[in-house]
């Protein structure tokens, strides 16, 4: 009998996740499978029950959430045999959308049920996993002012980027190094990917893919607020990378060093998490997650 634990948050998508227990044994009766259903209740309480629940090995383990559940439950399977299902139910569903997962909880579910499962790539800053993108810049600051916002709507992330615009200051030196290659600059915005989503249908890097073996690495140089405002422009349509301020590399490591040696502030996953230290690495593990899809 096949042992799924479903790990939800109940208040991702503004208190709107439509999973439910009796949902979850419409299609996984108690018959056929042994279910297990918990709940969240705090910040980095989904870390706690994952670990609990991967001490009895179930098969699979399901995120229903938004990108920072996902993240804390995939987090604790990176490099175990136990495959990562994904209800998703927050407001960007990044990874979702770039594994094509329905938003539906329904079809989520369906899928799930039925199994099929790929290998993903999966970055580390640091000592934090992320299975999306990561960012050190202005996108920080964007994500910052949403955490800060009472709303997870595509509108209120608009505001938020808009506080960042007039928030905007580059004045610090970055040494940036790119598996081998080095440059120093003041950035706009330093953004790794392993995925084509951002959210929202939005994306910074249209070529990544999750298991090319490779981040997509975009470097922005500082820009003036026009030029953001041509860079968020151009971005709808992809074009972004018509800036001339706009380097795209492929590399499996990339080293951010503050030149004054100062803490780092960084999203990951849609989450602002902050450093000590005045360097931060990030490093692809190859096909080190499995993921149903």
Do not use: W
Not at 82 to 99: D, K
Not at 142 to 149: L, Q, R, T
Not at 185 to 193: D, G, H, L, R, T
Request: include cysteine; charge should be positive; charged fraction near 25%.
């Amino acid at each position: 009998m096949k042992e799924i634990h479903f790990i939800i948050n109940p208040i991702s998508g503004s208190g709107k996740n439509s999973i439910s227990e009796a949902l979850i044994l419409e299609y996984f009766p108690k018959s056929a499978f042994k279910i297990c259903v918990f709940y969240t209740q705090y910040k980095n309480h989904a870390t706690e029950l994952v670990k609990n629940s991967i001490k009895r090995n179930p098969s699979i383990i399901v995120a229903s959430g938004g990108d920072g559940t996902i993240n804390e439950v995939a987090s604790c399977l990176v490099g175990t045999t136990i495959a990562l299902g994904v209800v998703p139910a927050g407001s960007g569903n990044g990874l979702a959308s770039n594994l094509n997962i329905p938003l539906d909880t329904s079809q989520a579910l369906a899928l799930i049920k039925k199994g099929d499962h790929i290998k993903i790539d999966v970055g580390r800053v640091n000592e934090n996993y992320f299975f999306s993108n990561s960012g050190i810049g202005f996108d920080a600051q964007v994500i910052k002012n949403y955490e800060n916002s009472n709303e997870r709507t595509i509108t209120s992330y608009i505001k938020s980027s808009i506080k960042a615009l007039k928030e905007y200051r580059s004045n610090e030196s970055y040494y940036v190094c790119i598996d081998d290659k080095e440059i120093k600059c003041q950035p706009f915005m330093i953004f790794v990917s392993n995925s084509n989503e951002l959210g929202y249908n939005l994306s910074l890097t249209p070529k990544a893919s999750l298991n090319d073996g490779v981040f997509d690495v975009m470097v922005v140089s500082k820009i003036s607020k026009f030029k953001i405002l041509v860079f968020g422009f151009l971005m709808l349509f992809k074009k972004h990378e018509n800036l001339k301020e706009v380097r795209f590399f492929a590399a499996k490591k990339v080293i951010v060093k503050n030149e004054k040696g100062l803490p780092f502030e960084y999203q990951l996953d849609g989450e602002v998490k902050q450093e000590e230290t005045s360097r931060v690495d990030f490093k692809l593990l190859e096909s080190a997650l499995n993921v149903i899809c």
